[in-house]
């Protein structure tokens, strides 16, 4: 790599450039041209030339939408024009009444003959936070809230970490400008994020809408950039030279902006997401008719709309029409009928999670509500149905959020016969027996026993979902019946099943059982994100489990981590870090892993990235030291250093650590006070199998490794 400061600089704007533009590819036009590891390769580069010459650093640099440090607090950001509201639209009906209202004001302007068709644009309403954006000589210099519609926060620290809002405008962007749109939640991300509150027992969000508020609300940037947050623009609040609300002719300077229809064109040029759901109508008629296809078609859509927002499209026409106190004449927000439905609840029971957590759900009499048919909804916890106050046997109304998750709105207590029975929330685990409890100020009660047959089945169900290990054909019963069997006894077993012991199984025909090791057996050299996902760490999720993946390239590297290096990965803060390391300090999850190990499970194959150079190809960090290839494991402590220096050091002469022994052990080391591995590698030095497992003291492990006694190292 170069040296030379005057070249490093033209290097580092050609990776600026090289980097914006992937990711207005990628996140924007969502049709990425490179590999997301060439992304991250393209970036790390560039992170490493600005921290050799922070002078470099810009702020509209890819590396700095996470860059700062925690806000101290919400400043107040006065808005340059107020943030509008919008009248509501209900039916159809009052959509003519808004057609004939225009037509009449804009006949009293003295503008078009009410005779006229009035042209419109309809765009989806979608159900976010509203945010501006403030860009000074095309960078994005701050972004706010609503707030009171004169006065919002400041929230650009979370904003910045916004990926489809660009930082940088293009050449030719008015040297002042401030948009206004909707930052929002996937439904996606948002189901994701709840299962994780919920297993972390936190406070679930009730909609995506308060998910992606309460995300942009934190002082730390680190929890907006973790929970994928996207938005849509869809006006230009204030240009350079126009101050009026509605003016938006100044975009582009080249262009007249005349129509909302072109305002969302030039915001697309701009770099903006725009939302592609758009329809020009040339009458009202045509606007119904928009509006009817949608309230069927919501439901496909991957984020959640409350209706669409109807607007004049005549830029010309918008300001002779002019606002009330809170809302423009020229726009109504055509609001959706929720899609709810009454049923029975005919029982509430409780389903184990794999972290132990206790999810009381209700049982519901079928009931077609937003094009699918509903027989259960989750009821979260014991406050929420406290809240409700939902009973068994109640009539409830029901609702799918979002058209999506269906839940139970209300009760309807007034039709209650008598007979309705309030939920307790059992004291003991229906699957293993152990007791639950509900720690102290937590929402979440959680199943105590060990070995919760529930929580070993959700565990598996988990690692071998679509977004973690991915084994095709290998659903909750099959799995079910290898726990029963005793075929397995948890996801490593599913590695070291044979032919037979699927064959055996009931209702299992050869064709089945070949295709089931087959699927098994491809997942064997999954990228290791999907393997470190899959291993179910609390609150490492897969956007974390993938950053991981890339920093260490392996399983035992991340292992070996230390906090510093774990939080030093944007995005990676000290909950996850915390949860990494006690995941890892656990013997049995140690031994879980060198399982896999032997299944054949590859623990390593990603090039590590961050502060060490990748070893170059066929020359991986195993061949490279004098453990290379070895197994090495530690028995005790070691007077001179920690288990996790230890492990850092094997590593780092290209040893795998391990955490137990087995005949494919090649080092044992014996620090003071060993416990039972030492005897486990005597019995199988003893039993005269083929191995080459040796029992090392630290003297001759400092010896082999040539490190003298390890003292002061
Ligand atoms: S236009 C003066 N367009 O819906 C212009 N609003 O009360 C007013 N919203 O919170 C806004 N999608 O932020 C407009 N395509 C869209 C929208 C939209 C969502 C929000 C808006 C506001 C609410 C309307």
């Known amino acids: 790599m170069t040296q030379d400061p005057k ?35 393209l970036m790390r580069e560039l992170a490493t030339i600005e921290d050799r010459y922070p002078e470099l650093r810009t702020p509209d640099s890819p590396t700095q939408r996470v860059g700062g440090p925690p806000a101290a607090g919400f400043g107040t950001v006065r808005h340059p ?21 225009v037509r009449s004001w804009l006949g009293e302007a003295g503008g078009s003959g009410a005779g006229e068709e009035i042209e419109f644009v309809a765009e989806l309403k979608i159900d976010g936070l509203t945010v501006t954006a403030r860009y000074e000589n095309g960078l994005f210099v701050q972004g706010a809230t609503r707030g009171d519609g004169d006065t919002g926060e400041d929230i650009t620290h979370s904003l910045k970490t916004v ?55 934190q002082l730390d940037p680190r929890i907006a950039a973790a929970r994928n947050l996207d938005s849509f623009i869809y006006q230009v609040l204030y240009s350079e030279g126009g101050e009026v609300a509605g003016d938006q002719r100044q975009v582009e300077s080249q262009r007249q902006v005349e129509s909302q229809w072109q305002a969302l064109e030039c915001l697309s040029d701009l770099g903006f997401k725009v939302n592609p759901e758009r329809r020009f109508c040339r009458d009202i008629g045509e606007v119904i008719e928009y509006c009817r296809s949608w309230s069927e078609k919501r439901a496909s859509l991957p984020y959640e709309i409350d209706g669409l927002v109807i607007k004049v499209n005549s830029i010309a026409a918008q300001e002779a029409l002019g606002a009330r106190a809170k809302s423009p004449r020229w726009a109504i927000a055509f609001k959706f009928p929720a899609e709810q439905a009454t049923t029975r609840v005919i029982d509430i ?7 132990g957590a206790v999810t009381p759900t209700a049982i519901l009499e079928p009931v077609r509500v937003a094009g699918s048919t509903v027989s259960r909804a989750t009821l979260h916890n014991e ?69 919760c047959p529930a929580q070993r089945r959700e565990g598996i169900i988990h690692f071998v979902s679509r977004g973690a290990m991915n084994i095709e054909g290998l659903g909750p019963e099959i799995i079910a019946r290898l726990l ?39 997942t064997r050299r999954n990228p290791l994100g999907r393997l470190i996902f899959a291993l179910g760490i609390r609150h490492v999720g897969e956007r974390a489990a993938g950053l991981l993946a890339r920093r260490f390239g392996s399983l035992h590297r991340l292992a070996a981590a230390t906090f510093d290096e774990l939080t030093s990965i944007p995005e990676i803060g000290p909950r996850i870090a915390e949860s990494l390391l ?16 032997r299944g054949g499970v590859v ?78 590698a005597r019995e199988i030095l003893a039993s005269g199998v083929k191995t080459n497992l040796q029992i090392l003291n630290q003297d001759e492990f400092f010896e082999l490794i040539g490190r003298g006694t390890g003292l002061g190292l």
Do not use: W
């Open 383 to 451: 406050d929420m149905i406290r809240q409700k106050d939902i009973r068994i046997g109640d009539t409830v109304v029901i609702q799918k959020a979002g058209d999506v998750i269906p839940e139970v709105v209300r009760s309807l207590t007034e039709l209650r016969a008598g007979a309705e029975r309030p939920f307790e929330m059992p004291v003991r685990c229906p699957e293993c027996g152990s007791e639950i409890v509900r720690p102290e100020g937590e929402a979440v009660a959680r199943c105590t026993g060990p070995a």
């Open 81 to 101: 024009v107020s943030l509008l509201s919008l009248d509501n639209a209900f039916s159809e009906d009052d959509l003519r009444d808004f057609d004939r209202r």
């Open 484 to 522: 029963e069997t005793g075929k397995i006894r948890d996801a490593a077993g599913l590695y070291h099943l044979t032919y037979d012991d699927i064959r055996s199984l009931d209702r299992m025909g050869d064709k089945s059982a070949q295709n089931l090791i087959e699927a098994v057996d491809k």
């Open 163 to 217: 990926r489809t809002l660009p930082l940088r405008l293009p050449e030719g962007a008015p040297p002042a400008l401030v948009v206004r749109g909707e930052c929002f939640m996937p439904v996606v991300s948002f189901q994701k994020l709840n299962r994780e509150r919920e297993e972390a027992g936190e406070e679930l969000f009730a909609n995506p809408r308060n998910a992606a508020a309460g995300s942009l609300r």
């Open 582 to 597: 006690a995941y890892f300090r656990e013997e049995a999850n140690l031994d879980f892993i060198d399982r896999l190990e």
């Open 349 to 355: 029971i409780v389903q184990v999670g794999r972290t």
């Open 7 to 41: 070249e490093e600089a033209a290097r580092a704007e050609r990776l600026r450039e090289a980097l914006r533009r992937h990711g207005y590819l990628y996140h924007v036009l969502d049709r990425p041209e490179i590999s997301d590891a060439e992304y991250d390769a």
């Open 603 to 680: 623990t390593g194959e990603e090039a590590p990235a961050g502060g060490e150079p990748a070893p170059a190809a066929g020359e991986s960090a195993a061949s490279a030291g004098p453990l290379s290839g070895k197994t090495v494991v530690l028995t005790g402590t070691l007077a001179s250093l920690g288990r996790r220096e230890v492990e850092e050091l094997i590593t780092g002469l290209g040893g795998r650590p391990s955490g137990s022994v087995s005949k494919k052990t090649d080092y044992v080391i014996v620090g003071e006070n060993p416990g039972s591995k030492l005897d486990k």
